[in-house]
């Protein structure tokens, strides 16, 4: 499933947010995906089954977009190159479009989980 994240945890803590906002856009600034034309969301590995099943409810067009931007990336890394800084992800573009999804599917996945392991009692 999805990795254990302390995100939630700082988020309830205005404080510990103001402090960690600037080490996380020095993070995401350096991490080196935007330069190659990605999303956070295009470097969730795919092996899971959660996630397949995520991608096949992707839109068309998103689902489009993500293959653009990985053959786009995976040309750059060959040529050793960066794109433009024109091309570059930019931060308000970089939402999450996969990780919704992924989580809705954890939900159904535990609720159903959960109903099939319900014992139903006669009196």
Not at 11 to 16: A, I, N
Not at 29 to 58: F, H, M, T
Not at 62 to 73: C, K, N, Q, S
Request: proline share 8%; hydrophobic share 40%.
């Amino acid at each position: 499933m999805s990795q254990p994240s302390l995100a939630k945890f700082v988020l309830k803590r205005p404080w510990l947010k103001r402090w960690m906002q600037p080490i996380s856009d020095w993070y995401l600034a350096n991490a080196g995906y935007r330069s190659l034309g990605l999303r956070a969301d295009d470097l969730i590995p795919e092996e899971n089954e959660v996630v397949q099943l995520a991608l096949k409810r992707l839109p068309p067009k998103e689902a489009y977009d993500r293959v653009f931007r990985m053959r786009r990336a995976f040309q750059c890394s060959l040529a050793h190159q960066l794109l433009p800084r024109a091309e570059h992800t930019m931060p308000e573009d970089d939402v999450p479009y996969l990780t919704p999804l992924i989580e809705e599917i954890e939900a159904e996945i535990k609720e159903r989980e959960d109903l099939d392991s319900m014992v139903v009692k006669k009196r």
